[in-house]
């Protein structure tokens, strides 16, 4: 044991200063150099006697320190919840999107075909009324008719079947 002190102790500064250029953080290193201290002592039967205990504890220190840079990198930065802005703590749920976009897709399912093309040119393709109304080979009257009607049912089946009068919702409308 007073061989392992005699040899190990010395090289503590080397060891703390190897530890701090690696982590660049005093607390950081300091607990790495006892982790590295106390792996050495719990492993002192397995050192070679005839290789440099130098060597031996800058290898264990830097595997260390390789291990705790790759668990930080998966895990991110490490922050008390009492220093972390709130924002941060409040995650808006991310299955929210998904399920929107299945209703929305389903509701332009529903929609007749006549109805669902010309929502899409208008809203989607961003066509005027004339330019859908040529695409389509109808009249611009029938077009704005047409687009009316898809409008007042998506908002509909995106509310629910039984609504009637369309909630206080994003309109779906685009002035052209």
């Known amino acids: ?25 005093p607390a ?4 790495l150099v ?8 719990s492993r002192w039967h397995q050192r070679r006697s005839d290789g440099d205990t130098r060597t031996w504890l800058t290898a264990i220190l830097h595997n260390l320190a390789v ?4 668990r930080r990198a998966r895990r991110g930065a490490h922050m008390s919840v009492e220093d972390a802005p ?16 299945r209703d929305l897709m389903a509701a332009l399912d529903a929609l007749p075909d006549e109805q669902r093309s010309v929502l899409l040119l208008v809203t989607v393709e961003g066509l005027s009324y004339a330019e859908a109304a040529q ?28 609504v009637t009068v369309p909630a206080k919702r994003p309109l779906l409308r685009r002035v052209k």
Not at 9 to 25: G, S, T
Not at 67 to 70: A, E, F, G, P, T
Request: net charge positive; hydrophobic share 45%; aromatic share 2%.
């Open 28 to 31: 950081d290193a300091d607990d």
């Open 135 to 162: 695409v389509l080979a109808i009249p611009t009257g029938t077009v704005m008719s047409r687009l009316s009607r898809a409008r007042d049912r998506m908002i509909r089946l995106m509310d629910g079947e039984g």
């Open 86 to 101: 709130e924002a941060s703590l409040a995650v808006a749920p991310s299955q929210d999107g998904a399920l929107r976009h």
């Open 1 to 25: 044991m007073s061989d392992m002190i005699r040899l190990v102790e010395p090289l503590i500064p080397a060891l703390r200063r190897y530890a701090r250029a690696l982590l660049r953080d």
């Open 67 to 70: 291990s705790q840079m790759r």
């Open 34 to 41: 006892q982790d590295c201290l106390v792996r050495a002592v």
